[in-house]
């Protein structure tokens, strides 16, 4: 069982920057080979993938409502992934879940692991 707990939100005006961070715990060797991803959510929506790191390749994925303003980066030596989110706006005002899977298939479906999420908060 990997365990994720994210840290950093808090709230911000328009236009800065926050990085958030996942630390995992790591159950075995493997487990620094998991995709990681962030995940948002608002209420009354659905969970929104944000970003994703593949170990294989050390490649990235972003969906395009953040696409050139925020950073999914990873350190395994630390194991932690990080979430460098630039030029916010009030519509990034989410709660930020972290998350990991076993299987190395790219894309946003059949992450098995999450955190308890972190506020971001943007105010206008």
């Known amino acids: 069982q990997v365990q994720l707990v994210e840290s950093g939100g808090r709230l911000v005006q328009a236009g800065d920057s926050l990085k958030l961070s996942c630390v995992a715990s790591?159950?075995?060797?493997?487990?620094?080979?998991?995709?990681m991803a962030w995940f948002r959510q608002t209420p009354g929506k659905e969970r929104e993938f944000v970003a994703a790191s593949y170990s294989v390749g050390m490649s990235t994925e972003y969906s395009d409502s953040v696409k050139g303003r925020f950073t999914i980066s990873r350190d395994n030596a630390r194991n932690t992934v990080y979430l460098q989110m630039s030029s916010l706006k009030p519509e990034d005002t989410a709660v930020y879940y972290c998350?990991?899977?076993?299987?190395?298939?790219?894309?946003?479906?059949?992450?098995?692991?999450w955190g308890q999420g972190t506020q971001v908060t943007v105010s206008s």
């Open positions: 998350a990991a899977k076993r299987s190395m298939v790219r894309g946003p479906s059949g992450y098995n692991y």
């Open positions: 790591v159950v075995s060797s493997s487990t620094y080979t998991y995709p």
